[in-house]
């Protein structure tokens, strides 16, 4: 009988753990994949690059919670849940590439939270940032504020916001006026985060301001984020 190459056996399970490993099993997402209920989930077990940005947005949103106060840590954990509500729309947009586009939207994401910094206290001036949009607040030469504001709805985009104006500190709040109608934003630090709302002006109704498309809004917390976050 010929004598068995004990070479050959090393050579062969080698061979077979490289042919029965499927790309999802090359990185891990945050969660099991075994128990993956959602479409959602399916699809980031699906794909390699999914699961590793899912650890990876994971990772950068526990390493923002270390690095924020508990009060600005529990209202980003609210923003995430939202970021997680809506990524499912990947599925509703038409897009030919549904992971694709989430992929890109994780990545954005992890840009948000490793940008994420503790502001100086009291401080207004600065870029600040959220799932929906971010504000620009700017020191102007004659001692008030520019403040700027752009957001949409995350993944469709089927409303935009768009307005900026002037205003002057009185305390501890920011108004600024956005036009003749009488509307305005009002700012105000709570604790590490920017609390932002909007006023509607005369005969437009709550929550319809006519700066931002059907059913859009600016009001909200914002976080402190570097000025290369707003850009993304």
Do not use: H
Request: include cysteine.
């Amino acid at each position: 009988m010929q004598a068995l190459d004990r070479t050959i056996i090393p050579r062969l399970l080698l061979a077979g753990t490289i042919l029965g490993a499927s790309p999802a099993l090359a990185a891990q997402p945050s969660f099991d994949c075994a128990k993956a209920a959602s479409r959602i989930e399916r699809t980031i077990c699906a794909s390699a690059p999914l699961a590793k940005a899912d650890a990876a947005l994971s990772a950068a949103y526990q390493e923002a919670r270390r690095t924020l106060a508990p009060e600005a840590g529990a209202l980003l954990l609210v923003d995430e849940k939202r970021f997680l509500a809506a990524r499912e729309r990947v599925f509703s947009t038409g897009d030919k590439d549904p992971a694709a586009l989430l992929l890109g939207e994780i990545e954005d994401r992890i840009a948000f939270l490793r940008s994420l910094r503790v502001p100086p206290p009291g401080r207004l001036a600065g870029t600040w940032s959220n799932l929906f949009g971010t504000v620009t607040v700017t020191p102007g030469t004659d001692g008030g504020l520019a403040v700027k504001v752009d957001a949409n709805e995350p993944i469709t985009a089927r409303w935009t916001c768009g307005a900026e104006g002037k205003g002057r500190l009185a305390g501890d709040l920011l108004t600024v006026s956005l036009g003749e109608d009488g509307s305005t934003l009002t700012l105000a630090r709570e604790g590490e985060t920017l609390t932002l709302g909007a006023v509607p002006g005369k005969g437009e109704a709550e929550g319809t301001a006519d700066y931002c498309g059907l059913n859009g809004s600016v009001d909200g917390t914002y976080f402190f984020v570097t000025p290369a976050a707003a850009a993304r």
